[in-house]
């Protein structure tokens, strides 16, 4: 009788063993299954024919988007390009033009947009998005020593608005309010 309750239990344990690693088994491959679907079966990403350059040239080539996607004035936009590449080292890089460059500053800037959506507007990854917008906003800190006044509390009268009847009974005490906000504000002519 010995012998037949220990092939009993043999087999119990041995089914048991069995199912445990049948779980163990079922366990690995739902983990693997996460981990594919996570990080290997991914959908296309940037798959969109208009992008970057190509939807720059587009909204370019149409009457008022490209205000209304960058919220500037497209004279303006080649006008400024060419001051910074000209003046404050703006340049290109191997995949991007100088031109999609600031387009990228814009949107962001324009729209408050967030690295992902401009990843997707543009189809460049999120570092390289960060890397250009960078560049153009060093560059316009550099245009800013140009521009700005370099008293930054603005205790003389600036010589154009003291000269200018426009300006000078308007913006005499005027250090930039504007909505309940201060913000530096400087009166200039614009250069012809």
């Known amino acids: 009788m010995q012998v037949a309750e220990s092939d009993t239990e043999f087999e119990d344990s041995t089914e048991s063993e069995s ?6 088994i079922n ?8 981990y594919v679907d996570m990080h290997l ?3 296309p990403a ?3 024919i208009l992008f970057g350059m190509s939807w720059l040239l587009e909204i370019l080539r149409t009457p008022g ?4 996607q960058l919220r500037m ?8 390009l060419d001051l910074l590449v000209a003046r404050y080292g703006l340049k290109p890089s191997m995949h991007i033009s100088t031109h999609e460059t600031l387009a990228i500053f814009l949107f962001v800037c324009g729209g408050n947009e967030p690295n992902r959506r401009t990843q997707n507007r543009f189809k460049h990854p999120g570092e390289t998005i960060n890397r250009k917008f960078n560049e153009v906003l060093n560059s316009l800190m550099a245009m800013a020593h140009d521009f700005i006044p370099k008293d930054p509390n603005f205790r003389a009268l600036h ?9 000078y009974p308007h913006f005499k005490d005027c250090i930039g309010a504007l909505d309940g906000t201060h913000i530096r504000v400087t009166f200039t002519r614009a250069a012809s």
């Open 19 to 24: 199912e445990e690693f049948c779980k163990l």
């Open 27 to 34: 366990s690995a491959a739902q983990i693997t299954q996460v």
């Open 41 to 43: 079966d991914k959908n």
């Open 46 to 48: 940037r798959t969109s």
């Open 65 to 68: 988007e490209f205000h209304t």
């Open 73 to 80: 004035n497209t004279e303006i936009f080649l006008d400024l």
């Open 159 to 167: 010589r154009r608005i003291r000269g200018d009847r426009r300006a």
